[in-house]
């Protein structure tokens, strides 16, 4: 004798033989509008499971923001490099396009990265220096990973385009950098926006 099955839906959970009920992938039911009913329940329980995990990544998000703005100690080696790679070399190799390599004079290409003068290192990771537009400028691919940056073409490079005197100046901005404190939470918002006061440098 054939078995009788339960219909799907939890408020009608009526039982009937299984060959007269409708089969479908999300399971048996006594007809249509059973199976409709199910359906939709199921769909406004994924939405709202959607929105209350939604909530809680936004709830989570809110306390370890809190606790980096509270505790500078907190902001990961992530934060630091976000700020690097999405917010500040785009402005440079915006800034430089059209222009040589800095260190090799190469001509400008698409494929140019926004090479540091002063690599960053474990000494200046947390440090407003690593974001400094004056130690920063649009270097080829082959300088900036080849050549670790070549230090010697981008000094030559810096004293052409600027003159001695701004390596005069990132000696003092090194100088500066070594008596300041780490940056904080809002410091690398303020970088973000472009509002963060950088020594010798006029915001606009």
Same mark, same amino acid.
């Given at each position: 004798? /054939?078995?009788?099955? &339960?219909?799907?839906?939890? /408020?009608?959970?009526?039982?009937?033989?299984?060959?007269?009920?409708l089969?479908? /992938?999300l399971?048996? +039911?006594?007809?249509?509008d059973? *199976?409709n009913?199910?359906?939709?329940?199921?769909?406004?329980?994924? =939405?709202?499971?959607? !929105?209350?995990?939604?909530? !809680? $990544?936004?709830?989570?998000?809110? !306390?370890?923001?809190?606790? &980096? $703005?509270?505790?500078?100690?907190?902001?990961?080696?992530?934060? +630091?490099?976000?700020?690097?790679?999405s917010?500040?070399?785009?402005?440079? =190799?915006?800034?430089? %396009?059209?222009?040589?390599?800095?260190?090799?004079? *190469?001509? #400008?290409?698409?494929s140019?990265?926004?090479?540091?003068?002063? *690599?960053?290192?474990?000494? #200046?990771?947390?440090? #407003?220096?690593?974001?400094?537009?004056y130690?920063?400028?649009?270097?080829c691919?082959?300088?900036?990973?080849?050549?670790?940056?070549?230090?010697?073409?981008?000094?030559?490079?810096?004293?052409?385009?600027?003159?001695?005197?701004?390596?005069?100046?990132?000696?003092?901005?090194?100088?500066?950098?070594? %008596?300041?404190p /780490?940056?904080?939470?809002?410091?690398?918002? *303020?970088?973000? %926006?472009?509002?963060?006061?950088?020594?010798?440098?006029?915001?606009?």
């Amino acid at each position: 004798m /054939p078995n009788k099955r &339960k219909c799907r839906h939890k /408020p009608c959970g009526k039982r009937d033989y299984e060959d007269t009920m409708l089969t479908v /992938p999300l399971g048996a +039911f006594c007809n249509f509008d059973c *199976a409709n009913a199910y359906t939709n329940d199921k769909q406004v329980k994924q =939405r709202s499971d959607a !929105k209350l995990a939604k909530h !809680k $990544r936004a709830e989570l998000m809110e !306390k370890k923001t809190a606790i &980096k $703005r509270s505790n500078p100690s907190q902001l990961t080696q992530s934060d +630091f490099s976000k700020v690097q790679l999405s917010y500040v070399n785009p402005k440079i =190799r915006e800034r430089d %396009k059209g222009l040589p390599c800095i260190s090799c004079g *190469a001509p #400008w290409s698409d494929s140019f990265q926004a090479g540091h003068y002063i *690599a960053i290192g474990s000494q #200046w990771r947390r440090s #407003w220096l690593r974001y400094h537009p004056y130690v920063i400028a649009g270097q080829c691919q082959n300088c900036n990973l080849r050549k670790s940056g070549n230090g010697e073409g981008y000094a030559l490079g810096i004293i052409k385009r600027h003159g001695t005197e701004r390596l005069e100046l990132i000696a003092e901005l090194k100088a500066l950098a070594h %008596k300041s404190p /780490p940056l904080t939470y809002d410091d690398l918002q *303020a970088i973000k %926006k472009g509002d963060y006061k950088f020594p010798f440098v006029e915001n606009k």
